[in-house]
T-cell receptor, first 114, second 109 residues
Framework: EAGVAQSPRYKIIEKRQSVAFWCNPISGHATLYWYQQILGQGPKLLIQFQNNGVVDDSQLPKDRFSAERLKGVDSTLKIQPAKLEDSAVYLC????????????FGPGTRLTVL | SQQGEEDPQALSIQEGENATMNCSYKTSINNLQWYRQNSGRGLVHLILIRSNEREKHSGRLRVTLDTSKKSSSLLITASRAADTASYFCATSGTYKYIFGTGTRLKVLA
């Protein structure tokens, strides 16, 4: 079974530039999550989708971050414009559904903002 | 904000010893999960314990949950060098998971 795919794996940008990350979850997984993990901390949930609908985006900085999952399969997370404090690993995860399920994580995208 | 606080922040043990790490949380939960993260395999689910369970085993892992104290512990028995990683607890009250700050475990060969 293929795992969660993410691209790119690494990205370096200047502050105020924009960047986009892509995630393809495990086939059949209805729930998709985007997390931000700053070095030395645990993952912080940014947004959670159930199919193509948003379940929770309470910690998403909506003035600069956006995410979509238009067809209920793959998803993109965008930052525009980026700030220095956005430097982190962005993790995508998926699970079969909302109910108390194991999450499967992708390898992450390491973003460095200079 | 992060609900879970793991303790200790870092732990160094000899191969073959047992490792115990603890997680405390603040609000009521439906379940609690433990994850492991290392550079080789990323973040991997280890075990899930529901709020009506008190103890669960999986191989060399033993997890306990005390909802009255809002705490959980993860015990790894007969540790191996390959267990070197960061361990996180993640709590779920509804459908949202909140990860703790993590315990960095180093197992010395």
């Amino acid at each position: 079974e293929a795992g969660v795919a993410q691209s790119p794996r690494y990205k370096i940008i200047e502050k105020r530039q924009s960047v986009a990350f892509w995630c393809n979850p495990i086939s059949g997984h209805a729930t998709l999550y985007w997390y931000q993990q700053i070095l030395g901390q645990g993952p912080k949930l940014l947004i959670q989708f159930q199919n193509n609908g948003v379940v929770d985006d309470s910690q998403l900085p909506k003035d600069r971050f956006s995410a979509e999952r238009l067809k209920g399969v793959d998803s993109t997370l965008k930052i525009q414009p980026a700030k220095l404090e956005d430097s982190a690993v962005y993790l995508c995860a998926s699970s079969m559904g909302l109910e108390a399920n194991e999450q499967f994580f992708g390898p992450g995208t390491r973003l460095t903002v200079l | 904000s992060q609900q879970g606080e793991e303790d200790p922040q870092a732990l160094s043990i000899q191969e073959g010893e047992n490792a115990t790490m603890n997680c405390s949380y603040k609000t009521s939960i439906n379940n609690l999960q433990w994850y492991r993260q290392n550079s080789g395999r990323g973040l991997v689910h280890l075990i899930l314990i529901r709020s009506n369970e008190r103890e669960k085993h999986s191989g060399r892992l033993r997890v306990t949950l005390d909802t009255s104290k809002k705490s959980s512990s993860l015990l790894i028995t007969a540790s191996r060098a390959a267990d070197t990683a960061s361990y996180f607890c993640a709590t779920s009250g509804t459908y949202k998971y909140i990860f703790g700050t993590g315990t960095r475990l180093k197992v010395l060969a």
